[in-house]
């Protein structure tokens, strides 16, 4: 029953950005490829996000003193800002170079939408199959000597990793499933805030704009994580973070329905008449009428 737990919150992963993909696809009629974009472009902004991370944020958080080693407080508070924005500032910028160059004529509000949903998708598909490895793996150890599979130095390690993967109860798993769908929905209005750069004045406004609520919504998942005990595997502090992602998530989508616009969602318009090929009637005039009429004598020639 763990087991099952496990693997179908992780096969939820992977199925609902799908399922919502079809169901935009189908909705708005843009079809498959902005959703593949998005996903690629996902893809794409992680290549120098993650070397960024691991070479030259957690060097410079290390030389100001940030971490989460001495718990909630300004430290914490320092680490989870400047990974919010290096999360922003890589993934609002790809986007941005995504309408910008690739997408060229994708400027309406569905397709926005399409977009964002492929980038958050691919996000937690990401996740759901990494979800899937770790739990067949992890089964395949359960109840084996790992001191003959694990190298001296990483056997504690190993085993401290196992027990709190198995110590907790399977439907906890469920909560990364809450945490993704929060992340969709964030992901989507982020894509339609950054396409408002190229439809709105102020268009650099609207790209900080972005980075802005990206990196706070980033924040503020990490400072509650660590503060809570979330990366340790405490229930209460699982149910907390996810609360406060959900809640992020509720005012991106006021957000996205606040840039949506008043004709988006409408039918589609009356068909224009069609142009005029005959001959073009004249309305006849009162003048010309009185002059063109036969009366009396006078009025044969």
């Known amino acids: 029953m763990e087991v099952a737990a496990r693997g179908a919150a992780a096969l939820l992963l992977i199925v609902m ?3 919502l993909g079809a169901y935009l696809v189908r909705h708005f009629k843009i079809g498959w490829r902005l959703f593949l974009i998005g996903a690629v472009t996902f893809v794409a902004s992680q290549i120098p996000h993650i ?3 691991i070479y030259i944020l957690t060097p410079l958080m290390a030389g100001l003193g940030f971490g989460p080693e001495d718990g909630p407080g300004l430290a914490l508070a320092g680490a989870a800002l400047m990974l919010g924005l290096s999360a922003g500032v890589f993934e609002e910028g790809a986007r941005w170079l995504t309408f910008r160059f690739w997408i060229r004529r994708a400027r309406t509000w569905p397709e926005g939408v399409g977009l964002g949903s492929g ?3 691919a996000e937690a598909v990401i996740t759901g199959l990494i979800a899937l490895a770790t739990l067949i793996q992890l089964t395949a150890l359960r109840g ?13 390690a190993a085993e401290a990793q196992i027990d709190t993967y198995w110590a907790l109860p399977g439907w906890v798993y469920f909560f990364s499933v809450v945490e993704r769908a929060s992340a969709l929905a964030v992901q ?5 805030i950054v396409l408002q750069a190229f439809l709105r004045r ?9 980075i802005g609520w990206h990196a706070l919504v980033d924040a503020i998942a990490v400072f509650a994580g660590v503060s809570t005990g979330v990366y340790a595997g405490s229930i209460p502090g699982t149910a907390i973070t996810e609360i406060l992602i959900a809640g992020m998530a509720g005012i991106s989508l006021l957000i996205l329905l606040r840039l949506r616009p008043a004709t988006e969602g409408q039918g589609p318009p009356p ?3 069609l142009p005029q090929t005959g001959p073009v009637a004249v309305e006849p005039r009162e003048d010309r009428l009185a002059s063109s009429r036969f009366s009396g004598e006078d009025g044969v020639k």
């Not at 989507?188 to 339609?192: A, F, G, R």
């Open 17 to 19: 950005p799908l399922a």
């Open 51 to 53: 070397p960024f991370n």
């Open 119 to 121: 980038h958050g998708g």
């Open 144 to 156: 084996q000597d790992l001191s003959a599979i694990v190298p001296a130095e990483q056997l504690a």
């Open 188 to 192: 989507i209005t982020l894509s339609v």
């Open 202 to 210: 102020r268009r650099g406004l609207w790209l900080l704009a972005a």
């Open 271 to 273: 068909p224009a008449p």
